[in-house]
């Protein structure tokens, strides 16, 4: 499984930004999706994550309310609408693709929030 991310940028604080994970290969082995975010000195965590029928979502909730995960199976692409965005939303985005073994990663793209 390749996952390829896009749409990351510079935006201001109330800002959106729209991210997008392209997904081939093995597509049909890929069990659940997420985004996870790192910002510099930290631990990567956990920001939504999505099953592959869809049917069950979860946010974490420093993003609840503002962040929306969804995907469109007929392009194996999962996107993470991001509204409001805050100066401590700045971290690099990763895309994550739940396989029996080892996930998949993305190589990451950056989210900067300006205050």
């Known amino acids: 499984v390749q996952l390829v991310e896009s749409g990351g940028g510079l935006v201001q604080a109330g800002g959106s930004l729209r991210l997008s994970c392209a997904a081939s290969?093995?597509?049909?082995?890929?069990?659940?999706m997420g985004w996870y975010r790192q910002a510099p000195g930290k631990q990567r965590q956990l920001v939504a994550r999505i099953t592959r029928g869809g049917d069950r979502i979860m946010y974490a909730d420093s993003v609840k309310g503002r962040f929306t995960i969804s995907k469109d199976n007929a392009k194996n692409t999962m996107y993470l609408q991001m509204n409001n965005l805050k100066p401590e939303d700045t971290a690099v985005y990763y895309c994550?693709?739940?396989?029996?073994?080892?996930?998949?990663w993305g190589q990451g793209t950056q989210v900067t929030v300006s205050s």
């Open positions: 994550n693709a739940e396989v029996p073994g080892p996930h998949y």
């Open positions: 290969g093995s597509t049909f082995s890929i069990n659940a």
